[in-house]
């Protein structure tokens, strides 16, 4: 199943030219999140589901914390903490810096990241 947040706007020092050093611009976070549902829609519980609250939390505390120069960095410090709940299996991530670009109404970077292995298969010894 996926969980969708779709233009989650928000504000960061994002740039590595002088005149974006010194004010906040506004980032534009679109995320796909992959996860197995099945204790959710057996229990009901939200403790049981990826909750789209705290995803947004998470995104937003990297953004609003950031002073990358990079728009890649950023992304990468997003996947790094979402990627933190071992329930995530995939994720689709785009952080688009509107109005980065004369003549473009933005310019974004997009990343795809998939977990290689489960959380069962890493507790696991290989002689």
Known sequence: MLVCIKNLRLSAILGVYDEERHAEREIIVNVRVEYDPAAAIRTDALEDALDYKQIRNRIAGVVSGTRFRLIETLANGIVE?????????????????????????????????????????????HC
């Open 81 to 125: 903490e979402l990627v933190k709940d071992p329930r995530i299996l995939k994720l689709r991530l785009e952080v688009d810096k509107p109005k980065a670009l004369r003549l473009a109404e933005s310019v974004s970077v997009i990343v795809r990241w998939k977990r290689t292995t489960t959380p069962e298969e890493r507790t696991q010894k």
